[in-house]
């Protein structure tokens, strides 16, 4: 049986407009979607700024602050990425906004375009003020690695972080708040395989098997690799940002299909009695 | 040709039968109301109606259109007001319904905002934030944004709970005075019967998923073919001769002095009955007729008892 037809892929630029001032007074009426813009990507530059100039002070290993502190700005842009979708679909299940939200003529397409770019906006202003804190505190400029390669990590990083937050949405809509935690959560789980601090080849064998498959870990093997040669190796981040559409493309199919079974099984209504 | 048609929808979770092949017709610019006990089914078709539930089977036609392929389009077209929802808290009612105005493409909007605000008696609450605001003066709001779009079908459900008499009977005035103007479509549900009758031209009466009745008021009342004539005697009046009397369906003793007739067919043994008692010779202090309400349908829907 189908569980979309063409109307749900359609858009209106009012309804989206709509949305988007909706997440805005969202973030600025809200102290914590204001706050956590900043809080954990602060907290992360700063506890990998000092571990790296620790690490720097005791070992001959050279760079090792740009690759730390590299790995935390871009990371924060996955996180950010991620947690928003979560976070932004989570508050109308707070507010009991879905019944209203989703008897309304808006689409899915719709919801995730206004929360993508809320999302780019909140993203862009954390990734400007970790990129002023760490030339500030550590002289560290990430921009030096290009404007190229910024716009390369960058963009794949949102998208794959957009996967997931889309992937995490599907399943409260179909499992309902009682897995809300992994909005938060997931980024947690995806870190360590994602080689963010550590090259892929010092992990063991099976950690390399999953890494492999995350476009995120093209992503900080790139970013060791345009540190260290100041060039950018194309091949593997191309085929990381192509295996992020495909996945991209996989997880909206997903969210409708969640979001279809959550209407036949009449779930839409009882998030609101919850 | 009806603005809302419903054939034979089907809805069922588990073992359960929320609606057992309902079919339904409104015509454009009535007020229609569903009525029926907890289970019965309103709100499942009211949220298969949204696009909230998938049913199992059956079709839904709104404005001549296959609402499953044009869902999108017709959902422009219409819009809900439950007492159980809200909006996002945070925001204040004016951004709220900035929201939805946006979302439902609403032209001319700070001001169809302000007009309908004032309409229900809100505009000092404009910007409250709505997570601040009485239960009284959400549904309120939730009002407002029902009527943003100018729906041509307007869903309403329970939405005067919570509301003071005084509020309530305001909302009731507002409902029927906008409905009137833009002759739009009310498909209505309520707990409250006497607002109901009030407001509803038919009715709709659902148990366990399928329709029993549709149609006015005074006609489901009629599902109850009896009416309770309560008579009370001076003290000391002898009620023997007058429990005696033939072709009633039932008399019991109310008290010392006071009888209960229930007559099933009010209009061959009404006449006769008050004839009787003027004869009897005792005198009556005080007479009373109860005729059924739709709340004893209601009653006696719930009780399967009808």
Redo the contacts between chains.
């Keep these: 049986m189908r569980f979309v ?1 063409s ?2 892929y ?1 858009f ?1 630029t ?2 989206i ?3 988007v ?2 997440f805005t ?2 973030c600025y ?2 102290l914590d979607r204001i706050f956590d813009i900043v809080y954990w990507p602060v907290i992360s530059l700063l506890l990998w700024g000092f571990t790296s100039m620790f690490i720097a002070s005791t070992s001959s290993f050279s760079g090792v602050m740009e690759f730390f502190l590299g790995g935390a700005v871009l990371w924060s842009l996955f996180w950010r990425a991620q947690t928003d979708v979560g976070t932004f679909i989570l ?2 299940f707070w ?3 879905v ?2 939200l ?6 899915s397409i719709e919801l995730f375009v206004a929360i993508g770019l809320i999302g780019l906006i909140r993203c862009i202003l954390s990734f400007l003020f970790l990129t002023f804190l760490a030339w500030g505190l550590y002289a560290f400029n990430i921009m030096d690695i290009g404007g190229t390669a910024i716009a390369v990590f960058t963009s794949v990083l949102l998208l794959f972080g957009w996967v997931i937050g889309i992937l995490i949405a599907a399943l409260i809509f179909r499992y309902g708040l009682r897995i809300q935690i992994l909005a938060w959560s997931v980024g947690f789980i995806i870190q360590p395989f994602s080689c963010v601090f550590y090259p892929l080849d010092s992990m063991p064998g099976w950690v390399q098997g999953i890494a492999i498959t995350l476009p995120s870990t093209h992503v900080f093997e790139g970013l060791r690799y345009a540190i260290a040669t100041g060039e950018l190796a194309w091949q593997p981040l191309l085929l990381s940002f192509g295996l992020t559409a495909v996945l991209f493309i996989l997880s909206i199919a997903y969210f409708q299909y969640a979001l ?1 079974q959550a ?4 779930l ?2 009882r998030f ?2 919850a | 040709m009806a603005l809302l048609e419903i054939r034979d929808l089907r809805k069922r979770y588990g073992t359960v039968e929320a609606l057992q092949g309902l079919s339904l017709d409104v015509e454009r610019g009535e007020f229609f109301g569903l009525l029926g006990p907890n289970g019965a089914g309103k709100s499942t078709t009211i949220n298969i109606l949204l696009g909230l539930i998938i049913a199992d089977g059956g079709s839904i036609r709104i404005f001549d259109h296959d609402f499953t392929a044009n869902h999108v389009a017709i959902r422009r077209r219409m819009n809900v007001a439950a007492a159980f929802t809200s909006m996002n808290g945070v925001l204040t009612v004016w951004e709220n319904l900035m929201v939805y105005g946006r979302i439902y493409g609403v032209k001319q909007l700070p001001r169809k905002i302000d007009e309908l605000l004032e309409r229900f008696e809100i505009t000092d609450l404009a910007k409250r934030r709505l997570q601040h605001l009485s239960s009284g003066q959400h549904t309120r709001v939730t009002l407002c944004k029902g009527f943003l779009n100018d729906p041509e079908l307007l869903l309403l459900d329970e939405c005067t709970l919570g509301l003071d008499p005084d509020i309530a009977e305001k909302t009731r005035r507002a409902l029927q005075a906008v409905q009137q103007e833009r002759k739009t479509t009310i498909l209505f549900t309520s707990h409250n019967m006497n607002e109901v009758e009030e407001l509803c031209g038919r009715i709709a009466f659902l148990s366990q998923g399928e329709i029993l009745r549709v149609d006015t008021a005074a006609h489901i009342k009629r599902l109850i073919p009896h009416q309770v004539v309560e008579v009370t005697f001076q003290a000391g009046s002898d009620l023997t001769p007058i429990r005696q009397l033939n072709g009633i369906s039932r008399i019991e003793r109310n008290g010392d002095h006071a009888l209960r007739f229930v007559l099933d067919d009010p209009t061959h043994q009404l006449d006769p009955l008050l004839r009787h008692l003027t004869q009897s010779g005792n005198p009556i202090v005080d007479i009373h007729v109860s005729r059924p309400t739709l709340e004893d349908v209601f009653i006696k829907v719930a009780r399967g008892e009808l």
Excluded: H, I
Aim: aromatic share 14%.
């Design positions: 037809n109307q749900d359609g209106s009012m309804a407009w709509g949305l001032y909706k007074c969202l009426r809200s508050e109308d507010s009991r906004n019944y209203n989703f008897a309304s003529p808006v689409t279809y209407k036949k099984l009449g839409l209504t609101e009695m």
